[in-house]
C-alpha cells in the first residue's frame, strides 16, 4: 500500500517546502506563520455565499474570476451558492515576488459577453485596488446589467484607490500572505490555510 502523502508533504520531499513544527512553513526564502485557519475562511465564504443568494435571486449572475489566485475561493464560494449562474475566467497580473509592480496586464481577455448580464467579480485579494480598477473598467466596456466586487480579503490600509467592495471575507493587515490560492512565486497555493510571512 502506497503512503497518504499531502501535496504539502510531496512538496517538502522535494525541497520546495520546508515544514517547521509550530504552524510555520518555510518556502523558498520566507518563513511564514498560520493566521487564518480553512475553518475560519470556509464560514466567512459561506456568510458571503448567503448574501450573494439573497442578493441575486432570480437572477442568473455570471461569475468573472481573476486567475490564479481567486481559483480556490472561487470554488468554494460558486459551490455554495445554489443559484443558477455561469463562471468565465480572467488572467492579470500586477505581482513579482512580493511587492506589486504597479504594472497590469491582460494575459487572457473576456471572451463572455457581458451585454445585460449581472456580473459577480471574484477576486482573491484587494490591495492597492488598481488591478481591480482596470478590470471594472474593462467589464463597464461591454454594457452589463450590473457588477459586483467579490474578494476574499481586503487590506484597506494599502488601497490607493477608491472601490466599493460589496462582498468581502475578511479584511487583513497590510502583510504578505500565502496559501488558500495565494502564493509566493509560484508556492503555497495549496495550503488548506492563509499564513503570514514571519521573517
Known amino acids: 500500500m502506497l ?9 517538502y520531499l522535494c ?9 510555520t512553513i518555510q518556502i523558498k526564502d520566507k518563513t511564514f506563520a498560520i493566521s487564518i485557519p480553512e475553518s475560519a ?3 466567512q465564504v459561506q456568510r458571503v455565499a448567503n448574501a450573494i443568494e439573497h442578493d ?3 437572477q442568473n449572475p455570471l461569475f468573472l474570476v481573476v486567475l490564479n ?11 455554495a451558492v445554489r443559484l443558477p449562474s455561469e463562471v468565465t475566467f480572467v488572467k492579470l497580473s500586477s505581482y513579482e515576488g512580493m511587492s506589486s ?7 487572457i481577455g473576456l471572451n463572455t459577453d457581458l451585454t445585460g448580464r449581472p456580473v459577480i467579480i471574484v477576486e482573491d485579494i484587494i490591495d492597492s485596488g488598481q488591478t481591480m480598477v482596470h478590470l471594472l473598467d474593462e467589464i463597464a466596456a461591454q454594457n452589463p446589467a450590473s457588477v459586483a466586487v467579490c474578494t476574499l480579503l481586503v487590506k484597506p490600509d494599502n488601497l490607493k ?3 466599493d467592495v460589496k462582498y468581502c471575507c475578511m479584511e487583513i493587515p497590510n502583510d504578505f500572505i500565502v496559501g488558500y490560492g495565494l ?4 508556492y503555497g497555493r495549496n495550503l488548506r490555510d492563509i499564513y503570514t510571512v514571519v521573517e
Open 183 to 186: 502564493d509566493y512565486d509560484g
Open 41 to 43: 475562511i470556509l464560514k
Open 56 to 58: 441575486y435571486a432570480g
Open 15 to 23: 525541497g520546495k517546502i520546508t515544514k517547521k513544527p509550530m504552524d
Open 3 to 11: 503512503p497518504n502523502f499531502s501535496l504539502v508533504d510531496f512538496l
Open 69 to 79: 489566485g481567486a481559483f480556490v475561493f472561487a470554488a468554494d464560494l460558486i459551490r
Open 101 to 107: 509592480t504597479g504594472v497590469i496586464k491582460s494575459m
Open 161 to 163: 484607490v477608491k472601490l
